[in-house]
């Protein structure tokens, strides 16, 4: 059983930036197509970025691109999520999620394995 905790969140002005990450254990990070969503008060939980398990390949919600950078420090055996030009719209609750299988095609769909408690991101303007 893979287990994910998520830290990093906090309250942040607009233009500003956080970088959460993202502890895995129960097996390496290197294994799993590894993800973050996030999901806002009244919203949808939506893809924000993914980084998969073949080949390190990346992937963006158009939203987020050029503002985030998915990466992962698989001796550390984490995953980061680095935030630049933070926007209101940013606001959410950000989820780890980690998958045995999903592959580029697969990674924006939410039905991965394991996910993380969620960690509160909140842009101020």
């Known amino acids: 059983q893979v287990q994910l905790v998520e830290s990093g969140g906090g309250l942040v002005q607009a233009g500003g930036s956080l970088r959460l990450s993202c502890a895995a254990s129960g097996g390496p990070a290197s294994t799993y197509t590894m993800g973050w969503f996030r999901q806002a008060p009244g919203k949808e939980r939506e893809f924000v970025a993914g980084i998969s398990r073949s080949d390190g390949s990346k992937q963006y919600a158009r939203s987020v691109l050029g503002r985030f950078t998915i990466s992962k420090d698989n001796a550390k055996n984490t995953v980061y999520l680095q935030m630049n030009s933070l926007k209101r719209e940013d606001t959410a609750v950000y989820y780890c999620?980690?998958?045995?299988?999903?592959?580029?095609?697969?990674?924006?769909?939410?039905?991965?394995?394991?996910w993380g408690q969620g960690t509160q991101v909140t842009v101020s303007s």
């Open positions: 999620t980690a998958d045995r299988i999903k592959t580029i095609a697969t990674m924006r769909t939410a039905n991965y394995d394991y």
